[in-house]
């Protein structure tokens, strides 16, 4: 996640620089065994040690005016990796943002100002948690008026409510309102409740409601409406079995006067005995998981699952609405039991079948539903939520609540399980209307055990079983997961007319990437990259060594063709510069001997050695040339330089014949 940040960034740093940023995705090939196929150099230098710098010239045919500066570097022996590009501001939005990743935790800020779109009027919203050992909470408010004259919404709308997760146990809480604003409609009220009992549930209505004359003879007698109510029941037990018993505790019918325009009214309260249903509503509950996850179940796989289901307990079930004018309201409240042997069988019987979890998953959720009960824990969600249409648009209110109890004592049995918590994260967040400009600030930290080199691992995995695998990609991920990234850093600051982006990371051994290039000599090492240009055109310096053969021999390899002219040592004189090794060191915080190898120039700068024919300092030309550590970085240079040198000159530059002229 982080090196593709990276690699994202320089990628743009040295496309842009060469031309056209049109989308590499669509266009670039990402191989990396073959990225110096048919890619040569301008001009090589070589120095009396076997040492030689590769220079790459690419001028765009389309320029991006955009671009004001772009810089990249990597480097071997302090396995450093750093890229800064600016570029005109083009957007509404001036701050900063920056994360910081190290192998066991990411952690970021932000502080941006974007400039306000007319139809919002008054904007407030904050949302901050925590998830740590101690600890698990979160709370989110929103505030904000959005004003579009002659368009609000339709409905006013308002809920509230909490919902209690214990250690076997469910309870909802919860109540609306919507105020649709247009039509009257016929009063009308219904509450419905719901209890288990020793042979089945207990169904109780209270209703007053209109009854068109269609329907009079339906509901006019007492007699009549249990006969009608009685006849659904019937229905519900044929197909789930047992029997049903209606009683009617309270009745009350009246007819409408004739052409009075109203309907009849029907105030009646009674109760439902269902009796025998529980086996059959467990094995219609059943049949439908099946069918959603397209689950061939077993006879004796379907009567587990059954009994399973059998054993939930329905405390209380209550639903209510009320009908008035244009406003309908009501509330729905339940509660179950005894659900936590259900979901473990349903999730050993399916699993096999569903291919998205497997044993150890079951497991897993086995040992925390264990600490849940052994700890008590009980986790909270409480919101108030509420639109409101004005005469010039629409108005936004919201409190979500999330909180728990006995959570440190859930994550200490979850530890003597041997199944700790494995992600820690802290988050906050304000945005905030300002006259013309909507304010954000953001802070998070989420620490976890080798947290990249996990998600290099997944991605991996996820690439190697792909419909479309690319082996190349692939090899890529594991031998970025075997290079153990130490550091990486990213910032970008968002002035009044430029954008500055830069990204950094160091790693610990990158001799791994060796083998993911076959074009590239391996017997040539490649110990510094650098680039730098602006969108009109950019300039790639490649140090190599080992480069000990003659002329005729290195444009039989693929750094040269007949067009490259290679000098000789002593017979040139030229300036290379290199990245800014201790500029870099200093971003990231890391320590590195800056003084190895020799010729480091400040990035961007031209302020290096200038080899002569004669050497600098009087000895041969090519002795103080940098020189590459057996340390680690080679392979990062090479992946780096070949993924940005294809997309830099394949796809932004589109060299032309006369480019060498």
Known sequence: MTFALLLVTSMAAVGTTGGSTGSTAASADTSTTTQFENETADDIYRFANGSAVLVYENQSEDPNEDVQSAQLGADVSSAL??????TNNTENVTGELGVLVQPNSIEGSGDLSIEDEEQVNEFEASLEGEQTREASNAEFELDATVEQEGVSAASDIQTSGELVYGADSLDIDADYSVDRRAGQREAQSRSVTVEETDTGYEVS??????IREFFRERWNTSEAARNTIQARYQGLTRQYGGSAEVTIEQYDYTEASENSGESDRLDIEYTVELTGVEEGVAGQVVDSLARSQSTDLSPEERDELQDSFTNVTIENVAVTTNQEGSVNEGSVSVSITDYEGAV????????????VINQSDIDSAREKLDARSAADLEQTVTWDISQEATDSGTSYQATVQYDSTNWEAYT???????????TELEFSGQATSEGDSIDLTMDFQVNREDIVNSAISDAAEAAAESE????SAVEAFRSLENAQLQVAKADMVFGEDTVEVRAAAQFENL???QGTLDEFPSDVPITHYYAEGDGESSTTYVYVEDLDMSEAEIRETTLADEDTVIHAPGEWEREFPTMDIAGTADYLGVDVDVNKPPNRGEMGSMDTETPTAGGSDGTDAGEDTPTSDDGPGFGLVIVIIVAIYRYDRTNACGRSGTDRQ
């Open 468 to 471: 479309t695998e690319d082996e």
């Open 81 to 86: 990796f750093n890229a800064v590009v600016v």
């Open 344 to 355: 473990l069988n349903y999730l050993d019987v399916v699993a096999e079948d569903m291919e």
């Open 511 to 513: 001799s791994t990437f």
């Open 412 to 422: 200490t049995e979850l530890e003597e399980r041997g199944n700790p918590l494995e």
């Open 205 to 210: 209505f209270d209703e007053d409601r209109p």
